[in-house]
T-cell receptor
């Protein structure tokens, strides 16, 4: 089954404790991205990646890191989480045909709470 | 399920009616526009997209209309079904960083 998986689905942590949210896709997509979704706001892009070892900042990259060492995986790293990073996070992926194929496949989401 | 927003605009329709969901976008330079559906507790699901050189595109039971003059996008769902109940939001952009609207909650009454 074609899918994007994220782990963990729920995470409660404390300020300053480094954490990683994993994202994996099995569709051989070149493009992967991370978003956060907050009440009253639309989805906002954190980082995206066009292919292995190619990453770039989205709209709200501060406080986050990513890496793309393999095509299928795109982990999101919070080196020192803060309460304002409490949010619902989504990973997404798609093909690139000249430009990004806008039919992005989203993961199920990770609910992060930072106390 | 996960809450995707507070006090979203809501559209209530009867099963079998046609639904029209609207979106105002902000960037007149946008060259692509997308509609997504998000059910409670799930990630967004792509519905349909349209490029800036088009003003209408049809899919299965859905039609997207684009009016660049007033920066307005709409999604029409024909013969709305209970399974269509979800939050719908549009996205627009140029390049690889889309901007997303806040969304509209569609409630379909049997």
């Amino acid at each position: 089954e074609a899918q994007v998986t994220q782990n963990p689905r729920y995470l409660i942590t404390v300020t300053g404790k480094k954490l990683t949210v994993t994202c994996s896709q099995n569709m051989n997509h070149e493009y992967m991205s991370w978003y956060r979704q907050d009440p009253g706001l639309g989805l906002r892009q954190i980082y995206y990646s066009m292919n292995v070892e190619v990453t770039d900042k989205g709209d709200v990259p501060e406080g986050y890191k990513v890496s793309r060492k393999e095509k299928r995986n795109f982990p999101l790293i919070l080196e020192s989480p803060s309460p304002n990073q409490t949010s619902l996070y989504f990973c997404a992926s798609s093909f690139i045909h000249g430009t990004v194929d806008y039919e992005q496949y989203f993961g199920p989401g990770t609910r992060l709470t930072v106390t | 399920g996960e809450s995707v927003g507070l006090h979203l605009p809501t559209l209530s329709v009867q099963e079998g009616d046609n639904s029209i969901i609207n979106c105002a976008y902000s960037n007149s330079a946008s060259d692509y526009f997308i509609w997504y559906k998000q059910e409670s507790g799930k990630g967004p699901q792509f519905i349909i997209d349209i490029r800036s050189n088009m003003d209408k595109r049809q899919g299965q039971r859905v039609t997207v209309l684009l009016n660049k003059t007033v920066k307005h996008l709409s999604l029409q769902i024909a013969a709305t079904q209970p399974g269509d109940s979800a939050v719908y939001f549009c996205a627009w952009g140029v390049g690889y960083i889309p901007t997303f609207g806040r969304g509209t909650s569609l409630i379909v009454h049997p």
